[in-house]
């Protein structure tokens, strides 16, 4: 009878087939390598490989010097591949990219012809103070006072001391980020009440027209009662009857997430743990100024009217209401902020065109890498015109490095990269410690020839401002050197426990 299930495959020469069998010993007899090793260091698959490795790759991929399979090594894989990002921003703001007919005549052009004119610097003072606003609004916790609660916290302080530091900080990071909260949570409720249905969208509209989106940071009583009274519970409600567990769910759990936070940030709230913390004696003994004074000055940086309101940008800002509910509060130190974000915004919906929209994605993935947990630095893009130059910059600062001698005061260590139109790329290396800096400035070929003459220069800057130094080299810059080769602590978590799901 014909085999028409064709079960089995019958191969009558046997004896001389090509094909080894895996499972024959015969087969395997030349090759005695051990292929799967263990690495007792790593917690990997239950058959000792790395997901998206086969082959002959994956002995050496156990055992290289980082896991692109953990959540560490895959933050390490997004920061190498996040230093084209100043580039990026460059190539839409400075070239030719958003200056084409069809988009110079669209609000992405408009947008762009705004930023330019907020980055228009006209004295060196100007760009000190738009690189402190900048600063400002990407560094939450500085200022004196913040200064004075890192020394307390490093003096070998008590457990008690540091937990309430710690809930203090989280209280203030929640208080100041209220008008964010409020912008993600407005954002949530639009998406959700287009996934709603029909019988539902009504009174979801008229629950949601009870939230004030506008409200001030610290001022949540109105808006949680809504939250908490109304617009949760409907949602629950909703998805209970319709057994719907897909967006509208996920979108849920995300307002939820957020309005806890919302609600966390009171003023009222900040006030009893900054009150706790204060009242320890450990800080009492060590904390140098005064309280009222300090809590007055905090409350004051994280309110949403810190600068003077603006022209400019801000002028555009108030005109376009619709994108920016919160558009008259808007001041300069938020102004180059929130029309960057707009702007990412746009062009990633491929309003920019649609052959520039992998740039912006690649631009707010370098955007988001900077707010990783894992980054110990502090990151600024800051790019401005300076005498019809067009500069592009770029710093990452570590504000407490590891001391060489313990008895030191703080030590500072900065990376600037900076792009200057009609001169070339330079990179500088900066490290301070009590008034004392090491710096290696790295000139374009072109300047190289200079060499003496910027020595001279750089170090007259240094000592006009009060620093002495030890050592300042002036060399040809010959490549682009990677953070995580200045700043080498960043690797030092990379043989972590493999948690990437």
């Known amino acids: 009878m014909a085999n028409i299930l064709q079960v089995t495959t019958p191969n009558l020469n046997t004896d001389n087939r090509n094909i080894l069998n895996p499972q024959d010993p015969r087969g395997n007899a030349a090759n ?25 790759n994956t002995q050496d991929a156990l055992f290289s010097p980082i896991n692109y399979e953990s959540n560490y090594g895959a933050f390490i894989k997004g920061l190498g591949e996040s230093g084209q990002l100043a580039a990026i921003l460059e190539n839409i703001l400075f070239s030719d990219v958003t200056k084409t007919k069809d988009i110079k005549q669209n609000e992405v052009g408009s947008l762009v012809e705004k930023l330019l004119l907020s980055m228009k610097m006209d004295s060196p003072e100007e760009i000190v103070d738009f690189f402190e606003n900048q600063q400002e609004i990407q560094a939450k916790f500085t200022g004196q006072f913040f200064n004075q609660l890192r020394s307390i916290l490093s003096q070998n302080s008590s457990n008690r001391l540091q937990e309430l530091a710690m809930r203090f900080l989280k209280g203030y990071n929640n208080f100041s980020s209220g008008a964010h909260l409020l912008q993600q949570m407005r954002s949530l409720t639009s998406d959700i009440g287009q996934l709603l249905y029909r019988a539902y969208r009504e009174e979801f509209q008229e629950i949601t027209q009870g939230m004030n989106w506008a409200a001030e940071n610290g001022d949540t009583q109105q808006n949680a009662a809504v939250l908490n009274g109304r617009l949760i519970p409907f949602l629950a409600s909703y998805i209970s009857a319709t057994h719907d567990y897909g967006p509208i769910r996920e ?5 939820i997430f957020h309005a806890v936070r919302y609600q966390n940030g009171s003023e009222e709230s900040l006030h009893k743990l900054f009150e706790e913390m204060t009242s320890n004696k450990g800080f009492a003994r060590l904390f140098k100024g005064d309280v009222d004074e300090s809590l007055k000055e905090l409350l004051h ?13 801000s002028t555009w800002l108030i005109a376009n209401k619709e994108d920016f509910p919160q558009a008259e509060n808007k001041s300069a130190i938020s102004d180059f902020a929130d029309g960057m974000a707009n702007l990412m915004l746009k062009g990633a919906n491929g309003q920019a065109g649609l052959e520039n929209v992998q740039q912006f994605y690649a631009m707010i993935n370098g955007m988001l890498l900077n707010e990783s947990v894992y980054l110990p630095l502090l990151h600024f893009v800051i790019p401005f015109q300076y005498e019809e130059n067009n500069v592009m910059s770029e710093m990452w600062v570590d504000p407490d490095a590891k001391r060489d001698n313990e008895d030191g005061g703080r030590k500072i260590k900065l990376f600037l ?5 009609s001169l070339g790329k330079f990179e500088l290396l900066m490290i301070m410690q009590d008034r004392e800096t090491r710096l290696q400035l790295l000139v374009p070929p072109q300047l190289a020839k200079d060499e003496k003459k910027i020595h001279t220069e750089v170090a007259d800057i240094l000592k ?12 040809e810059r010959v490549r682009d050197r990677r953070v995580d080769e200045v700043f080498p602590e960043i690797r030092e978590k990379e043989r972590t426990i493999n948690v990437r799901i």
């Open 32 to 56: 005695q390598a051990v292929h799967n090793p263990t690495d007792p260091t790593r917690v990997v698959r239950a058959d000792g490989q790395q997901e998206g490795h086969t082959g002959s």
């Open 251 to 255: 979108a849920t759990m995300l307002l």
């Open 301 to 313: 940086m994280a309110s949403r009217q810190v600068q003077r309101p603006t022209e400019g940008i």
């Open 417 to 421: 990269k900076f792009d200057i139109q």
């Open 464 to 475: 006009r401002n009060g620093f002495r130094f030890s050592q300042l080299l002036v060399r």
